[in-house]
């Protein structure tokens, strides 16, 4: 008789699988990866990183410096001739190759991604699937890398191409990092450029492992190179680095203002996917059981660590009491638990100072006068790790700091509005402008306040769902530039123009 599967004996199989590499890794440490050698710090220097599960030391990492951080430079500057000059049909299928290896592991990524950042399981599950769709696209998109536009002029035949920019730097976030690191790293591949990826030191594990699935699928030594350290040291040392022609950098708002600081005397090219306070607005006129699914999956899953959460919701007065009300009862039924456990819709938090961070809008919500009508306590959860119980603030105003600050948690503040002019007023009167949500059966109005939104992003009567070839990017503080099919090699290519005269035009002539 077939075994029945129950969450708890896939949480089981889970912390099994996740014993023996949990123990290989804490053996072995992790060290960068450098011209394809996995390699110490120059320095000596290493650092632990600790699981928010249960405070667990994972592993000791390197740390790296400039030291470092020049060693890779220079291991992506002699690699990225041959991988420029290696046919697009070559490179799709090494990228192809890494794709299949991802998914070869992604059970193991999986849980690993659990304990390293405490997302859980159930999103998890999934990210190294996505992560092996984005190598797929862009491995299948190598042969049109390349492709310009015909633009003939009377006398002369002009087409544009686009070459590799060179060696380039990605620095990744901690929130679903091997996912958010390919979303960068796949394209840098696909275009030709080689890389130096400085990922987050809060979750390193990861991106451990895809610097070494990458060296084992094949992909030429120097072309991706990894290395670990913190922000202001290794960091700040990619940034500023002559060799790194660009910098992909997904993190916070403060961090990419530095960032293009640092790049500034080397002209360094820059992309930025920043911060967000995104609003979803929720008109009388919605489906409100589709939106309130909506309203509750885009802040809550992930832990809330995600750049495009909705974490603003403004909801038209008529049936705000109402849909209050059932928020209220989702929220109130989440359940908090260890992040193996295929039931758990929420994890313990990335780390013990993001936690204070979140726990410290606690009480800037009661100073303000708002009211936690869910929440606003840590959890006592499993392992005693970082959780926090989810949070609903009500009764908030559009100026309020919860109301314009990014928590980047399971925390949600509720406003309401009058009319269709009151709720974009709202929508727009903060610093950022990631993504935008709107519901209502008036299409419209959906396309009205669509293009009122000072947003990136807009999804009317959808939860976020990422379509590879779209641009993927936001406005003012939240970012520069834009992530995503053609959009992406835009920022990793330059674009050449080359004119082809027919010999007829007529060429003026001096000194005679």
């Known amino acids: 008789m077939d075994k029945v599967v129950t969450s708890s004996n896939v949480f089981q199989t889970n912390k099994d699988r ?85 998914e070869d592991r992604a059970d193991d990524i999986a849980v690993l991604e659990c304990i390293d950042t405490g997302q859980a399981y159930r999103f998890m599950a999934k990210a190294a699937i996505r992560a092996a769709e984005n190598f797929r696209f862009f491995a299948d998109k190598c042969a049109d890398a390349r492709d310009g536009f015909n633009m003939p ?165 008529g049936i705000a009491e109402r849909f209050i009300e059932k928020l209220t009862a989702r929220v109130k039924a989440l359940k908090v638990g260890h992040p193996l456990d295929p039931a758990t819709e929420i994890g313990p938090l990335i780390h013990e100072r993001h936690l204070e961070k979140v726990c410290s809008y606690f009480d800037i919500a009661r100073e303000d006068g708002a009211i936690i009508a869910v929440g606003g306590k840590p959890h006592d959860g499993p392992g005693r790790g970082h959780y926090v119980a989810p949070t609903l603030v009500t009764g908030a105003q559009a100026d309020m700091r919860v109301a314009q600050e990014e928590v980047f948690g399971p925390f949600l503040t509720v406003i309401t509005f009058r009319d269709e002019d009151e709720a974009v007023g709202i929508a727009n009167a903060v610093q950022y402008g990631l993504a935008g949500y709107v519901w209502t059966s008036d299409m419209g109005r959906a396309l009205r306040v669509a293009d009122a939104l000072e947003a990136g992003m807009i999804w009317l009567n959808s939860e976020n769902v990422r379509h590879l070839p779209t641009p ?12 995503g099919g053609d959009y992406s090699f835009d920022f990793y290519m330059e674009t050449k123009h080359v004119s082809l005269a027919r010999g007829t035009h007529r060429i003026q002539r001096l000194g005679i």
């Not at 220079?74 to 697009?88: G, L, V, Y």
């Not at 409100?288 to 309203?295: F, G, N, P």
């Not at 993927?472 to 992530?483: E, T």
């Open 472 to 483: 993927f990017g936001g406005m003012k503080s939240s970012g520069i530039g834009r992530d």
């Open 18 to 102: 996740a014993a023996p590499l949990l123990e290989k890794l804490k053996a072995d440490g992790i060290g960068h990866l450098i011209g394809g050698k996995l390699v110490p710090s120059i320095s000596g220097a290493t650092f632990e990183t600790k699981s928010p599960v249960d405070g667990a030391v994972l592993a000791s990492v390197a740390r790296g410096n400039a030291q470092d951080v020049d060693r890779a430079a220079t291991a992506a500057s002699q690699a990225f001739k041959a991988w420029r000059a290696m046919s697009a049909t070559m490179r799709k299928k090494l990228l192809h190759r890494v794709a299949d290896a991802i």
């Open 153 to 317: 002029g009377d006398e002369h035949w002009n087409v544009s191409t686009r070459v590799p920019i060179g060696p380039v730097g990605v620095i990744t976030p901690w929130n679903t990092p091997f996912m958010l690191s390919t979303w960068k790293i796949a394209p840098a591949l696909a275009a030709g450029c080689t890389v130096v990826h400085k990922p987050a030191e809060w979750s390193p594990v990861t991106a451990d492992l895809l610097s070494r699935l990458v060296k084992e699928a094949g992909v030429p030594d120097g072309v991706l190179n990894t290395v670990h350290g913190f922000g202001e040291e290794a960091g700040k040392a990619l940034t500023e680095h002559p060799a790194i022609k660009a910098i992909g950098f997904v993190g916070e708002s403060a961090t990419g203002s530095a960032i293009m600081a640092q790049g500034a005397p080397t002209l360094k090219r820059v992309h930025f996917e920043l911060g967000g306070k995104n609003p979803v607005i929720v008109f009388d006129d919605a489906d409100l059981d589709r939106a309130l699914d909506a309203v509750v999956f885009m802040i809550y899953s992930l832990n809330g660590e995600r750049c495009t959460s909705s974490s603003r919701l403004l909801v038209q007065r």
